[in-house]
């Protein structure tokens, strides 16, 4: 069992294959039960990802407090206009991963891969990079794996908790277990797929977990947007041949150690950051109020 990225990759080398297979192997072990029976469960897991982020598109859908709702919509309808500034792909993604944290926030049913509040991160991504190149669903099975093997490692390593770790470790996790995703799913060789987690991490290093009303929905909503444009713009770098100047371990070791400097109020607490500017008190006394 790899406990470091390092000794993931060794894994891959020594047996010729990629990390998708190294993280099957190891939860066939885990699970005590066949390759068959561990794809099976992702693929309805898959499912799940598939319909929390089509569902908030094809109806707008409103968070519980009313904080959140209609973006989804508001993005894709935007995407069909053909005049956006990052083109058709990169927007379906932001649709989607809207579409998956109003779901969310609406006591739908999520995907909490990593977390709940970063569930919109790695479908949104993984699903769309897919229906680029016509990938069929054993393939984005495999892709699945391999952010499931980013996301063992960062768990491991450090903390995928916004409350240990702010939204780094939330959000930075969900954008790394993609972006190393969508290079094994092109064709990406291991060390690629790391070099694109190493770097769609180090990309948000230090961002603060600070909801407000302490809700997972502003600004984590609209976090997932941008995790989703982080993930493929770290992927593409890296199947261009960019490599991580820090290797993936280390990076992990730092978020952590960064997120345990920071001070309370900005991990989850709702003491500091957005959630005490004068709007988010406000929003945060009209909901109180409310209940």
Do not use: H, W
């Not at 609406?106 to 016509?134: C, F, K, L, N």
């Amino acid at each position: 069992m790899y406990n470091k990225a390092y000794e993931l990759i060794n894994e891959t080398k020594e047996n010729n294959c990629r990390i998708s297979d190294i993280v099957l192997r190891n939860e066939c072990k885990l699970m005590e039960c066949s390759e068959e029976d561990v794809r099976s469960k992702i693929r309805k897991v898959l499912q799940v990802m598939k319909d929390a982020a089509q569902s908030g598109i094809d109806k707008e859908t409103r968070s519980v407090s009313g904080l959140i709702g209609g973006n989804a919509v508001k993005a894709d309808q935007y995407r069909k206009m053909n005049r956006t500034v990052c083109g058709d792909v990169v927007n379906r993604a932001i649709a989607r991963a809207l579409s998956t944290s109003e779901v969310n926030a609406s006591m739908g049913r999520i995907a909490a891969m990593p977390t709940a509040g970063a569930s919109g991160i790695v479908p949104a991504a993984v699903i769309t990079a897919a229906e680029t190149i016509d990938a069929d669903e054993e393939a984005i099975i495999d892709a699945l794996l391999t952010a499931s093997g980013v996301g063992q490692l960062i768990k491991k390593n450090a903390t995928i908790s916004g409350a240990e770790g702010g939204c780094q470790a939330e959000c930075g996790a969900g954008a790394a277990m993609a972006a190393a995703a969508i290079v094994e799913l092109y064709g990406g060789t291991p060390e690629m797929a790391l070099d694109a987690g190493a770097i769609a991490l180090k990309s948000i290093l230090g961002l603060v977990c600070d909801p407000v009303a302490g809700l997972v929905e502003v600004p984590c909503s609209k976090r997932n947007a941008t995790g989703v444009v982080n993930a493929m713009a770290c992927a593409d770098m890296a199947l261009a041949g960019i490599k991580s100047m820090i290797p993936f371990d280390e990076v992990v070791d730092a978020m952590y150690k960064i997120g345990k400097a920071m001070p309370a109020a900005l991990r989850e607490t709702s003491m500091g950051g957005l959630a005490t500017t004068p709007t988010g008190e406000t929003l945060r006394c009209r909901l109180i109020g409310k209940q």
